[in-house]
């Protein structure tokens, strides 16, 4: 399951409406075994909103509770884009000039497509918009 910027605010954020579905679904995954992956470009993008949304010791806590504490790669496997990661992304995001895919979206995109990946933990329409299939299983909104 890929793990969207999106979902990993939500469930840093306690005021954040999907905070509550996104950690149920968390902690369904882990108890269930399932791989987490996510890339560095989204975990760099999650620092920076919890920062700004939140504060600098939420963001610190995110890395120290969620990343530094997953060290097992069958937990939380963080995809390093490579550059072909990155040049796949490049031609979804001039591709897709009618939607609002951020750069980093579309890495996410060409991680999936690179993993055999279909579904995402995510909170925003992109996923939805470019295919994939989204969960929570609930109207994702805009980031």
């Known amino acids: 399951m890929f793990v969207d910027t999106s979902a990993w605010v939500a469930a840093a954020n306690v005021s954040d409406s999907r905070h509550g579905s996104v950690q149920e679904l968390l902690t369904q995954l882990r108890q269930h075994g399932t ?5 560095n470009f989204v975990l760099a993008e999650t620092y920076t ?16 509770d969620v990343v530094e504490a997953a060290v097992d790669p069958r937990v939380l496997d963080v995809q390093w884009a490579s550059r072909w990661d990155e040049s796949a992304a490049w031609e979804i995001f001039k591709k897709c000039d009618d ?4 750069y980093v979206d579309c890495v996410s995109f060409a991680v999936m497509k690179r993993l055999g990946l279909r579904d995402a933990l995510a909170c925003d329409r992109h996923f939805v918009e470019y295919g994939l299939t989204v969960w929570p299983p609930q109207q994702p909104r805009e980031t």
């Open 35 to 39: 791989r987490l992956v996510t890339t």
């Open 49 to 64: 909103l919890i920062r700004r949304y939140l504060d600098h010791t939420k963001a610190v806590a995110f890395h120290d």
């Open 99 to 102: 939607k609002s895919f951020s």
